[in-house]
């Protein structure tokens, strides 16, 4: 966490320097990519009753996250160690989100 914090503000490279990044290319839904970074961004007709904000981070390939929420400027990371279900870090994410909202 110390370094999506330190890479989101401005610890690394100036801050307004991170739109040059968000260059974000269609890979497959949800994620998007831009320069080297990633945006799990979900559609909103698949959450109909609120929407979930864009997450700015990246993801491994085991279930590791790491990602910064800037509509509530929040940051995630974690793992679920594991390959046999890689949506289930998501899952976590959007479960952590909606308990953020609430506060």
């Given at each position: 966490m110390i370094f999506i914090k330190a890479f989101f503000t401005g610890?690394?490279?100036?801050?307004?320097?991170?739109t040059e990044?968000?260059?974000w290319n269609n890979i497959f839904m949800p994620f998007k990519y831009g320069i080297g970074i990633q945006k799990f961004s979900l559609p909103r007709v698949f959450t109909p009753f609120q929407r979930v904000p864009d997450m700015i981070g990246h993801s491994g390939s085991v279930g590791?996250?790491?990602f910064y929420v800037p509509d509530l400027n929040i940051y995630i990371t974690g793992t679920v160690n594991q390959q046999a279900q890689p949506s289930a870090a998501?899952?976590?994410m959007l479960k952590i989100i909606n308990i953020m909202r609430k506060k």
């Amino acid at each position: 966490m110390i370094f999506i914090k330190a890479f989101f503000t401005g610890h690394y490279f100036p801050e307004e320097r991170l739109t040059e990044l968000e260059k974000w290319n269609n890979i497959f839904m949800p994620f998007k990519y831009g320069i080297g970074i990633q945006k799990f961004s979900l559609p909103r007709v698949f959450t109909p009753f609120q929407r979930v904000p864009d997450m700015i981070g990246h993801s491994g390939s085991v279930g590791s996250v790491a990602f910064y929420v800037p509509d509530l400027n929040i940051y995630i990371t974690g793992t679920v160690n594991q390959q046999a279900q890689p949506s289930a870090a998501f899952q976590t994410m959007l479960k952590i989100i909606n308990i953020m909202r609430k506060k």
